[in-house]
């Protein structure tokens, strides 16, 4: 019975060791603010644009979120809008709850009101949701990425896997990078970000 209970010691330390450096390292920052290129490769368009995209930890397990995409669309159906090619413009604000399971591994989810409006010949509007699981994991010093699922409601209604890593560059900038994936649709995106 001693010898058990000094094997289970001895591995639990052990444990403890491994994962020593992972356990002393900062965390994840909520506050920030992405901005970049966009670009998205659809069934019915193609569209180019700019977004800006900003988070605020303003919790320990809470972050609100942000976000603006102004877009230029190409073969856009014509039957929406005789022009074939509307603009874009795309609000979104939510909330980013996430739990720390290590230093190294945080639990996401995203819960975010998203309004798009295309301006061409016609305006449409669509309101909608994303709703989103995932993680965030620092797999280097320099290198975390994001992997998720989301659902996006309203005139989509489609599923997508979303893929981000984050590259630090510097103590406030970070170069980010962002594709969101499913068999209709590809959404690339590339920006700076800075850490606040």
Known sequence: MNSKKALEALLVSALALLFAPTLAAKGFSYSFADVGYNHLSGEDYDM??????????????VALRGGYTRGWTDGFPKDVDPSGD???NQFRVGLEPHYSLLKSLD???????????FNGDRSNSDIGYIYGAGIRH???????????????????????????????????????????????????????????
């Open 48 to 61: 180019d644009g700019a977004e800006v995209d900003a988070s605020f930890g303003v919790h320990d397990y």
């Open 107 to 117: 639990l996401v989810a995203d819960l975010i009101y998203v309004n798009t409006k």
């Open 138 to 196: 620092q797999l280097f010093k320099r290198v975390e990425v994001r992997l998720s699922g989301q659902y996006v409601s309203g005139d989509v209604d489609k599923a997508f896997l979303v893929l981000g890593p984050v590259i630090k560059l510097t103590k406030t900038f970070d170069l980010t990078l962002r594709t969101s994936y499913n068999s209709d649709e590809k959404d690339y995106f590339a920006g700076l970000r800075m850490n606040f």
């Open 86 to 88: 509307p603009d874009m």
